[in-house]
Nanobody, 114 residues
Framework: VQLVESGGGLVQPGESLRLSCATS????????MRWYRQTPGKEREWVAH????????NYADSVKGRFTISRDNAKNTVYLQMNSLKPEDTAVYYC????????WGQGTQVIVSS
């Protein structure tokens, strides 16, 4: 199983980013997916969840209305569209397979700063 996150970067408050997580080694379309984030000295925080059907999504209160999780089963990829970014969104972002908890990617760094 491989999870490869990308799309992070340095942006100003209010701007947008789209994160991608390319996956391999498992039947992507059969698994729920999640995004987490982590800042130094803090535990990893759940951000968003998408079911096998992309009609089922859930978000942490801190990102609800600003972030959108989606998936492309043909590309084995899950996305996180992040709008109206705030400095407190600064973190390393990871995708994750809830039912296969031991697998993590390297993460992608997001920095929101003026």
């Amino acid at each position: 199983v491989q999870l490869v996150e990308s799309g992070g970067g340095l942006v100003q408050p209010g701007e947008s980013l789209r994160l991608s997580c390319a996956t391999s080694g498992f039947i992507f379309r059969s698994y729920d997916m999640r995004w987490y984030r982590q800042t130094p000295g803090k535990e990893r925080e759940w951000v968003a969840h998408i079911g096998i059907s992309d009609r089922i999504t859930n978000y942490a209160d801190s990102v609800k209305g600003r972030f959108t999780i989606s998936r492309d089963n043909a590309k084995n990829t899950v996305y996180l569209q992040m709008n109206s970014l705030k400095p407190e969104d600064t973190a390393v972002y990871y995708c994750h397979i809830p039912i296969l908890p031991r697998y993590w990617g390297q993460g992608t760094q997001v920095i929101v700063s003026s």
